[in-house]
């Protein structure tokens, strides 16, 4: 404690170069807990991934969604226990700023995603 009184002085000698100094540590520091937060949320998502589920989104197709013939074809595979399709489309209500995004899925999607309501 007996040099602070020179350490303060010699800070505020150039108060930009303090001021800037102090906010490249404050950013450092911030930028580097936020990297850890994404480590940790993309950890997360890896653990709760399903790796006996596949998500096909075809956008080849004009409408963007798989005709019955495709959808036959895909069931034929080995492998494939269950096929679903799902589809939304965006509205409103009475005023465009009451959006609303109804969701809809066949049988084969509620089966395959058992946890979705």
């Known amino acids: 404690m007996k040099y602070f009184p020179l ?7 150039k ?4 001021i800037l100094t ?10 580097f807990g936020l990297t850890i937060g994404l480590n940790a949320t ?8 399903r790796a006996d589920r596949v998500y096909v989104n ?5 409408d963007g969604n798989l005709t019955q013939a495709q959808r036959a074809r895909i069931a034929r595979m080995a492998e494939v226990r269950e096929i679903g399709a799902s589809d ?4 409103y ?3 465009p700023k009451n959006q609303v995004v109804p969701w809809f899925m066949d049988h084969g999607m509620q089966r395959a995603y058992p946890e979705l309501p």
């Open 7 to 13: 350490v303060w002085a010699a800070l505020w000698r």
């Open 88 to 91: 939304f489309f965006v509205g």
């Open 93 to 95: 209500y009475r005023e």
């Open 15 to 18: 108060p930009a170069r303090t």
């Open 22 to 31: 102090f906010l490249a540590a404050v950013t450092a520091f911030t930028l």
């Open 58 to 62: 075809p956008h080849f197709v004009e």
């Open 42 to 49: 993309y950890g997360v998502m890896i653990a709760r991934a």
